[in-house]
């Protein structure tokens, strides 16, 4: 009996530090270069986001598939050139959240930073700890000009962060 309680101990134990761990690490530390991974991270696509007019009008007007954060930040960022309405705008936002939910309940957690030139750290996708729990972060910026597309791809990176950081802090 004892030795059975162990083995229940020890499974839980370790079934507990896998839910924990960061799948978005085992997916990238095969790449060696931060922009590889980087990518990795923002093109990963979810099939099965939630599908309203709004985003199949956007998806038939842009030709892209709005399942990946690329996607999304790359229409944010050009939404001023392609006169995106206030509503369609809302619903890259949201889409933003919906993806973000869906990192989370995947075992991908991220937040993304901006890069401080004055840093000793070169690395542009750093492991740290949130909350507890490991997330990869993603660092941007870092540039001495800053165009209208970076404040843009900023606002959708901050949308995102609010959702993981108040998913992570559960």
């Keep these: 009996m004892k030795s059975l309680f162990y083995s229940f101990l020890f ?32 093109n990963f696509t979810f099939e099965d986001l939630a599908e309203n007019e709004i985003i199949d009008s956007l998806r038939r007007k ?6 990946s954060l690329a ?22 936002e949201n889409r933003v959240i919906e993806i973000a939910e869906r990192f989370y309940s995947s075992n991908k957690y991220i937040l993304f930073r901006k890069f401080r030139r004055n840093s000793d750290d070169r690395s542009m996708f750093i492991k740290d700890t949130f909350k507890g729990k490991k997330v ?28 993981m950081e108040a998913l992570l802090s559960k």
């Design 62 to 67: 842009t030709k892209l598939h709005l399942n």
């Design 11 to 42: 499974f839980m134990i370790t079934f507990s530090v896998d839910a924990q761990e960061n799948l978005v690490f085992k997916e990238t530390d095969s790449l060696k270069i931060d922009h590889e991974k980087i990518a990795t991270v923002i």
């Design 136 to 163: 990869a972060i993603i660092l941007f910026g870092g540039n001495c000009v800053i165009t209208r597309f970076d404040v843009l791809r900023g606002e959708i990176r901050a949308i995102f962060n609010t959702k």
């Design 71 to 92: 996607h999304c930040m790359m229409l944010y960022s050009i939404s001023k050139s392609m006169r995106l309405s206030e509503g369609e705008k809302k619903a890259l």
